[in-house]
């Protein structure tokens, strides 16, 4: 594995500070932008004004902090542990137990994909409790609690800004399913963050090899790339061959936490025959995947057998993978699916490891005909019911919704998933507010992203703009986080989160003060910025070749306020 094939410039004018917590000995990692001055003639002098640095909240991790030495075939430095450990309520297992797991750690003939440096496991003591939840509806802080309050508030305190988001709130919202921080004890390299309407809007972005393309380098690059770019999770969605190593590889070396559905590798496993799978097997992967390090699984635990037959009056059916995986395991069998009735199995299971699980929406509608529809709304229900069952085990939960949705069905959506659900949060797929741009489904699902993030869904899953025509590659990991970047930020000014509206205002007073390279180091993509405005620019004037030097707006008005003064 190459690291330093890995980007870990930081961006320009930018620099990783630390902000130290006040409860727990914790430094939460954040990215300061600095500015230059602002220089004015008044009077034909020269008066300079100072600009304050910018806070903004960073997802990159250590990547761009360039103290910290990183070698990818070590995996990044384990900043939970301690805290985890501290608490004495988990175990350090002799071995990995999940039968799949060992039986991969044995074979000789892996060795050369193999992660070398595998940790002996952690889970829960017998008896013990050790999910966020449970901790927060026993009254307790947990150092993960503190560090999001402090990183959801970037500069707040700095300027005086009066948050709502405290570390008692952060505890609260936990508690009552409202948020969930998704934090397996076997992912210590992850940053903790958080999920809930009551925070900044997330983004999550989808990675992964099918068994036709991309190697394990590929894919820990797309991974580092997309904390890079702004990614708050990351699903790896392996389908092909070593999705076992991929995976170990990827978990290891990311410092968000990490999303998988393990039915699609349970699938794998039973050479894609879905009249093979069954409990047993689902079951060894989940152990396999918490063992890893896995922060929360998308489980389609919401097929019901009564309402499979729902989809036959759509347009397109079941869109979603494991959704349809599970329908037709049900249909073949005429039973409910495995996953409904061992659903307090799994729960267990997960309590152990603290990982999350993401309540998947096998039925949701592939089309803007489908939307809303029967089939959507009963699985919703469905989902509702599942959430409680997973709240009484301290298990934390959130609800995964559509897909294809036109904008004036979109808060129907979000009304139905609020009350179904309990409160629990919401994660979306977009929704595409049209079918009719492939190649441009970024921005056709960007449009309901930020429509659905201002009415109160949590996170938002990216769509790229190789969505229905094929994998993404790098540059579409990009152009897809920030379209979501755009969606999740344009939610949190609508929503009014404590200080989000601090970029934008210094950002605007760059552009006005024509302080180009402060305004593009501001921006959600600096160096896309740059290259435009240098592709378009010959001389260092006060315009852009937008307008050139006689129609400039920002100019005249610029003028005029000198002629006021
Ligand atoms: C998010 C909301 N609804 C679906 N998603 C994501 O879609 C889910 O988290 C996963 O990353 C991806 C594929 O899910 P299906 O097609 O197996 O449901
Ligand atoms: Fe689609």
Redesign the pocket.
């Known amino acids: 594995m190459k690291t330093d094939k890995i980007i870990r410039t930081p961006y320009p004018n930018s620099e990783k500070v630390y902000i130290d917590g006040k409860l727990h000995d914790i430094k939460v990692a954040m990215r300061k932008v600095k500015l230059t001055d602002t220089v004015n003639i008044v009077n034909g002098e020269r008066v300079i004004s100072h600009n304050d640095d910018v806070y903004i909240y960073d997802t990159s991790g250590p990547y761009t902090d360039p103290s910290i030495k990183i070698d990818l075939e070590k995996g990044l430095p384990r900043l939970r542990e301690k805290w985890i450990t501290e608490r004495n309520d988990v175990e350090q297992l002799p071995e990995i137990t999940s039968e799949y797991g060992r039986s991969r750690l044995a074979d000789k003939t892996l060795d050369h994909l193999r992660f070398e440096h595998i940790q002996r496991p952690y889970r829960a003591k017998a008896g013990k409790n050790i999910t966020q939840m449970y901790y927060a509806r026993q009254g307790i802080i947990t150092p993960e609690m503190e560090y999001v309050s402090i990183r959801e508030n970037m500069q707040n305190e700095k300027l005086g800004i009066k948050s709502y988001i405290t570390p008692e709130f952060v505890r609260d919202e936990i508690a009552a399913g409202r948020a969930v921080l998704p934090a397996n004890i076997n992912h210590p390299e992850s940053e903790p963050m958080i999920i809930g309407r009551n925070f900044l809007v997330k983004i999550?972005t989808?990675l992964g090899n099918s068994a036709t393309t991309s190697g394990i380098e590929e894919e820990v690059d797309k991974a580092v790339w997309s904390c890079r770019w702004g990614g708050d999770t990351l699903?790896d969605?392996s389908t092909g061959e070593n999705i076992h190593e991929t995976r170990e590889w990827i978990i290891r070396n990311c410092p968000v936490p990490v999303?998988t559905?393990p039915i699609y590798q349970t699938l794998e496993k039973v050479n894609g025959k879905v009249e093979d799978l069954n409990w047993e097997i689902f079951k060894d992967t989940l152990i396999e995947q918490c063992e890893q390090g896995v922060d929360y699984f998308?489980i389609?635990a919401g097929i019901r057998l009564k309402n499979i037959s729902l989809s036959q009056k759509r347009l397109t059916g079941i869109v979603?993978?494991?959704?349809s995986i599970m329908s037709k395991w049900c249909t073949l069998y005429n039973r409910e699916s495995f996953l409904y009735e061992h659903f307090g199995d799994i729960c267990d299971i997960l309590s152990r490891y603290d990982v999350a699980i993401?309540l998947?929406?096998?039925l949701?509608p592939g089309s803007i005909y489908d939307a809303n529809d029967e089939a959507q709304f009963a699985e919703l229900d469905t989902l509702g019911e599942l959430v409680q069952k997973a709240w009484k085990k301290n298990v934390q939960a959130f609800i995964?919704?559509?897909?294809h949705v036109p904008m004036h069905k979109i808060k129907e959506n979000m009304d139905r998933q609020i009350s179904a659900c309990h409160d629990a949060p919401f994660?979306?797929?977009g929704p595409l507010t049209t079918d009719i741009a492939p190649g441009y489904d970024h921005i056709t699902s960007a449009i309901g992203a930020a429509q659905i993030g201002w009415l109160g869904t949590a996170m938002l899953?990216y769509v790229t703009p190789k969505e229905h025509l094929g994998l993404p590659d790098k540059e579409d990991v990009r152009t897809g986080v920030i379209s979501y970047k755009i969606a999740a930020h344009a939610a949190d000014l609508a929503k009014g989160h404590p200080g989000a509206q601090i970029r934008d205002n210094a950002l605007s007073k760059a552009r006005y003060e024509f302080r180009w390279k402060d305004q593009f180091n501001l921006s959600l993509d600096p160096e896309r910025a740059l290259e435009y405005y240098k592709a378009g620019h010959h001389t260092d004037g006060e315009y852009c070749t937008m307008c050139g030097p006689n129609f400039c707006a920002m100019k005249l008005s610029r003028d005029l306020k000198d002629c006021i003064l």
């Open positions: 999550n989808n699903m969605l999303g559905v998308t389609h979603s993978r494991g959704g993401s998947g929406d096998g949701r995964e919704g559509p897909g994660y979306t797929l899953c």
